[in-house]
């Protein structure tokens, strides 16, 4: 039989050998490392838009630690950590045998550990699984030493121990430290500092600020610095200079900047350990600073929360966010005012009034009925109680009036309006379904933050956009009116003439042109106030999180004067400057007093602008031409009329019966055409239209149960526009209607505007 050429002498060595070099891949499959240690969770660092820090987050484990790169630790703190710690780290394979033999003679030596040998990378292994400092640890920590080396290279080692290092207390890493004390960033170290920063860690307890060991860390911090000197890796100069600084070492407060807006972000973007935003320290503080001037002012009158949302309308970034005036106040500080969901009060109008404009429906001139309006059972009023008959469409949402708007968007109709509203980027918007008539008077909920966004499409051209909180983040944007459209709402919106405008701004000669548009929620809870010119679009709104109304909580009042003291400073360091008519808007001669297209030669007109490719087509319907009797100031019947004769042509203005009662029981007349002559069979003056249900002075008791679904038929011998108490209800030959406990005043009017008697009637309800 044939032997084997190696013997079994021969061969024993490198079975030896072949074992010591699998050893540390046998280790690595039966003892796996812990990685998660090594990358344990970094607190969230909150950025301004200048890269200053504006807000630091605990860890989980309550740990303030600010991850940092290689790439961004001065190659002389480096320098410094592996000269204090490691002169070989990369050289060796985790663990150094000179240095543990040379460790073991000093111990032997004085009787005592005085040295330790740990390398670089086994004070990360120690720093990943702690254990008491014995001869048996020490093995454990040279055999993970090695498992380290095998996965990382030495640039990725020296990342993990930098980001490790304990400072005391619960600080950990260099970033950490760095911030907390000394203040600044990593980049502004001096070599001191950085010297500093590698004594610490060898005894954070007893090193750090918290203890009271300075003259062991001032004895350890200037051997390091010696020996950097020595090593040349610091200067002459360098060491007196290091050696002159004063030991200061103390822990600063972590940075508390952006409150509601670092939560906010935090939560929107989880997963991150640094988030840089767009947000202005100088916009951000100017608008803090107003806020808190205004808050006495406000607080004695029952107002306690204020929400500011500031855009640029360039990039759409977000540049200063406040979610109330305090954020450590103990009425409500802590909740963000800017993502609160509530009623918006007149704010959605403009939206409204640029869908009309868009589809031609009315020009800014057109009329618009401002009188007592009922539909069915929602009856609208104008915020002061007053009504004006006719409205031109410009005055009427200049001056936020409410019936006009309801109207409007009656005839618009609410799903459609509410599509617009949800293409403007209102998100919160809810089905059709749930809004009615009332939706354009704020019947809904949304935040201040999303509708600053939706105004800022009017500035952008009729552009909406998404907006941009984190630097680099990408914006959607899509049309949404022209051009025109929004130069003529920016108009609209810019006039001083009006309810909302401040009074202590009106004297004033320091004022820059703004549109501006404000909103009071039903019941007085929510104020708001929302404007903007061609660089910022800003919105205002103050009220109390615990829905607790005030009598002062009203737009023009209570948010408006802050909006001006926001986009005043703002405007002005953008120069003034003011939108230019679009290139699609036309010039149109419109009727004088409807604002519509002219149907007679004989009207005198106007001029307006309206898109060149939605030009109005609806021809005036308050004009009408007539014939003049020969006999008096009346109009010609028709069946009377010679056609051998030549009768004098007028054009006069012809009210609909509403209007026209509304403008009589108020005493005002305007210079109608004149009526039909006696006796003419077209004429219903012969005889006054009768009501025949209800009778005057009857009594309706109704059922407890039945109110809100029992109806009243009222009933005519011909068609009559309905009025009830002053009110206008509709129109009909029979009219069913909703009553209301009380005494109610009936009238109606035919259509050539004659009146029939009024009468009284009343309903009660009960069991």
Request: glycine share 8%; with cysteine; proline share 8%.
């Amino acid at each position: 039989m044939r032997r084997w050429p190696l013997s079994s002498k021969r061969f024993l060595p490198w079975l030896i050998l072949a074992l010591l070099l699998s050893l540390p891949l046998l280790l690595d499959t039966l003892f796996p490392l812990p990685r998660y240690r090594l990358f344990p969770p970094s607190s969230l660092q909150i950025y301004a838009d200048n890269g200053e820090l504006a807000r630091v987050f605990l860890t989980p484990d309550q740990k303030v630690r600010l991850r940092v790169r290689l790439d961004e630790v001065p190659p002389t703190l480096l320098r410094t950590f592996l000269l204090s710690e490691d002169r070989f780290f990369l050289f060796h394979q985790g663990f150094n045998p000179l240095a543990i033999l040379r460790a073991l003679w000093e111990n032997l030596r004085r009787g005592e550990t005085v040295s330790g040998a740990s390398t670089l990378t086994m004070q990360i292994a120690r720093m990943m699984e702690p254990k008491p400092r014995t001869l048996p640890s020490k093995a454990i920590e040279a055999l993970r030493a090695l498992q380290l080396e095998l996965h990382y290279s030495k640039a990725e080692l020296l990342e993990i121990y930098v980001n490790l290092l304990p400072y005391g207390s619960n600080v950990e890493g260099i970033g950490a430290a760095c911030r907390l004390y000394f203040g600044k960033p990593l980049s502004a170290l001096t070599p001191g500092e950085m010297a500093l920063l590698a004594v610490i860690p060898r005894a954070p307890e007893r090193f750090g600020p918290h203890r009271r060991e300075g003259r062991l860390r001032e004895r350890s911090w200037r051997s390091l610095l010696r020996r950097l000197h020595r090593q040349r890796a610091l200067s002459k100069q360098g060491l007196d200079e290091a050696g002159a600084l004063q030991d200061n070492l103390r822990r600063r407060p972590l940075p508390f900047l952006l409150p509601h807006a670092s939560e906010w972000v935090k939560r929107t973007f989880p997963g991150k350990d640094r988030l840089y935003t767009t947000l202005s320290l100088s916009v951000q503080r100017l608008v803090e600073g107003l806020a808190l001037q205004e808050r006495n002012s406000l607080e004695r009158r029952g107002i306690r929360n204020i929400a500011i949302v500031v855009l640029e309308n360039r990039t759409m970034e977000i540049k200063a966010l406040v979610g109330s005036q305090d954020y450590l106040s103990p009425q409500g500080g802590q909740v963000n005012g800017f993502l609160a969901l509530r009623s918006p009060g007149s704010t959605l109008k403009p939206f409204l009034y640029a869908y009309a404009l868009e589809r031609g429906m009315i020009t800014t001139e057109t009329l618009l009925r401002d009188i007592p309006t009922d539909f069915g059972e929602y009856a609208p009023e104008n915020f002061d109680a007053q009504y004006h008959g006719l409205v031109p469409a410009g005055e009427a949402l200049a001056q936020s009036l409410n019936v006009p708007a309801v109207i409007l968007q009656q005839r618009v109709g609410v799903a459609p309006f509410l599509a617009l509203l949800k293409n403007s980027g209102l998100d919160s918007l809810r089905e059709p379904k749930e809004y009615g008539l009332s939706l354009v008077l704020g019947g809904c909920g949304l935040s201040l933050l999303e509708l600053t966004k939706a105004y800022s499409l009017f500035p952008l051209g009729g552009v909406s956009s998404s907006f941009r909180i984190l630097q680099g983040e990408p914006v959607y944007r899509k049309r949404v009116f022209q051009p025109g459209t929004a130069y003529l709402i920016s108009e609209i919106l810019s006039r001083h003439n009006r309810p909302d405008f401040p009074s202590q701004w009106q004297e004033t000669s320091d004022l820059v042109k703004v549109s501006w548009k404000t909103g009071t929620s039903y019941g007085r809870f929510d104020a708001w106030s929302i404007g903007f010119t061609p660089d910022y679009t800003v919105g205002v709104w103050v009220g109390n999180f615990d829905n607790r109304s005030s009598p002062d909580i009203v737009g023009s009042d209570a948010a408006t004067p802050l909006l001006f003291r926001i986009l005043s400073p703002l405007s002005r360091a953008g120069g003034h400057r003011w939108f230019q008519r679009p290139s699609d808007l036309i010039p149109l001669e419109v009727c004088a007093f409807s604002g519509m297209v002219p149907k007679y030669e004989e009207e005198p007109t106007k001029r307006v602008w309206v898109l060149k490719n939605r030009v109005p087509v609806e021809t005036c319907t308050y004009h009408r031409r007539y014939f003049l009797d020969p006999s008096g100031p009346y109009r010609s019947c028709p069946e009377r009329m010679d056609p051998a004769k030549e009768y004098p042509e007028r054009v006069g203005l012809a009210f609909p019966p509403d209007l026209a009662f509304w403008f009589q029981r108020r005493g005002i007349l305007p210079d109608l055409i004149p009526p039909l002559a006696p006796g003419c069979l077209s004429s219903p003056q012969s005889s006054q239209p009768q009501i025949l249900f209800p009778r005057n002075g009857q009594a309706f008791l109704l059922r407890s149960e039945g109110k809100g679904r029992e109806r009243i038929p009222f009933r005519s011998d011909r068609k009559l526009h309905w009025f009830l108490d002053g009110r206008y209800l509709g129109q009909g030959w029979l009219f069913p209607f909703t009553p209301s406990p009380g005494e109610h005043r009936l009238q109606g009017v035919d259509e050539e505007g004659v009146d029939s008697e009024e009468l009284l009637f009343r309903v009660t309800f009960g069991d």
